[in-house]
């Protein structure tokens, strides 16, 4: 079957910290995976994408890689932002049907 | 460009009684998917719709839930009667139905039932 397994948070960081927020990925066919963000109060918003394996997937500073061999599709961040804090989701689309990770809280302190 | 909109953005309602939730999708987009999310569930798919036929409605709880996309640009999501149990938030999100197409999430309805 398709499933997501992300890690479990929250998260604590200071600014400028590195962040990676860890997810892999259970999948028959050729998903995509994508990454989403949760602010208090407001919906999900699309963070990034890739669509094949070794794609790697960007915004805002945000990156990802799809890994096949690992089934990974790993969050990073070089230098994380006291307003990066939110909830995080990693997902994967596969024959018409999201499935979404449990997210991931990310708190991010001054 | 418009997002996807849902209203209301807050209801607290007392147990047994009706709640209407609402959705309008990005114009052009013909999927549309209601979620449920609460703490100890996280975010639950509830039923989906393309071209405003439901597709997939296994994730509906129970019979008390209902939704109907009567055009392409309006939903509902129905409850009733109300439980307590069914206080969360709502999402409602649209999307092109064509391969890896991202959903867009309207701020979600939060619900409380008293």
């Known amino acids: 079957g398709n499933s997501v397994t992300q890690m479990e948070g929250p998260v604590t960081l200071s600014e400028e910290a590195f962040l990676t927020i860890n997810c892999t990925y259970t999948?028959?066919?050729?998903?995509?995976l994508f990454w989403y963000v949760q602010y208090p109060g407001e919906g999900l918003q699309l963070l990034l994408k890739?669509?094949?394996?070794?794609d790697k997937g960007s915004n805002k500073g945000f990156e990802a890689t799809y890994r096949k061999e690992t089934t990974s599709f790993h969050l990073e961040k070089g230098s994380v932002q006291v307003s990066d804090s939110a909830v995080y989701f990693c997902?994967?689309?596969?024959?018409?049907?999201?499935?979404f990770g449990s997210g991931t809280k990310l708190n991010v302190k001054p | 460009d418009a997002g996807v909109i849902q209203s209301p953005r807050h209801e607290v309602t007392e147990m047994g009684q009706e709640v209407t939730l609402r959705c309008k999708p990005i114009?052009?987009?013909?999927?549309l998917f209601w979620y449920r999310q609460t703490m100890m569930r996280g975010l639950e798919l509830l039923i989906y719709?393309?071209?405003?036929?439901?597709?997939?409605d296994s994730g509906m709880p129970e019979d008390r839930f209902s939704a109907k996309m009567p055009n392409a640009s309006f939903s509902t999501l129905k409850i009733q009667p109300s439980e307590p149990r069914d206080s969360a938030v709502y999402f409602c999100?649209?999307?092109?139905?064509?391969?890896?197409?991202?959903?867009?999430f309207g701020d979600g309805t939060r619900l409380s039932i008293l």
């Open positions: 999100a649209s999307s092109l139905s064509q391969e890896n197409q991202p959903q867009h």
């Open positions: 999948a028959t066919g050729y998903p995509s």
């Open positions: 890739a669509t094949k394996a070794d």
């Open positions: 997902a994967l689309y596969n024959f018409n049907k999201f499935y």
């Open positions: 114009s052009g987009h013909n999927s």
């Open positions: 719709f393309n071209n405003n036929v439901p597709i997939d």
